[in-house]
């Protein structure tokens, strides 16, 4: 059973900052590629950043300058450096995990963990 799980989910202020990590057992990490997506109350979940198992990112327009992702394949994590945040960065973060297309690319998911930005 792959397990993902989340840390590093806190209020903050604006203009803080937070660093979330997840770590990843029962998969070959360094094959997967991985992502942060999140889900305010009332609305979808949605990418915020991802990173290929070749280290290509990709982010979502609203976070571009201020959010940095990364991963350590050593520590089989997955960080998110959120810089600069905002009160509409505020909802719950997942990690989630893809299997490469040889592997079925299956998508897991981790539990979440909540980001609240606000004075």
């Known amino acids: 059973q792959v397990q993902l799980v989340e840390s590093g989910g806190n209020l903050v202020q604006p203009g803080g900052s937070l660093r979330l990590s997840c770590a990843a057992s029962r998969i070959t990490f360094r094959l997967y590629a991985m992502g942060w997506y999140r889900q305010a109350p009332g609305k979808q979940r949605g990418l915020v950043a991802s990173?290929?198992?070749?280290?290509?990112?990709n982010y979502t327009d609203s976070v571009k300058g201020r959010f940095t992702i990364s991963r350590d394949n050593a520590k089989n994590t997955v960080y998110l450096q959120m810089n600069n945040l905002r009160p509409e960065d505020t909802a719950v973060y997942y990690c989630n995990a893809r299997s490469p297309p040889v592997l079925g690319g299956i998508n897991y998911w981790g539990q979440g963990t909540q980001v609240t930005v606000s004075s």
């Open positions: 990173i290929t198992s070749g280290g290509n990112t």
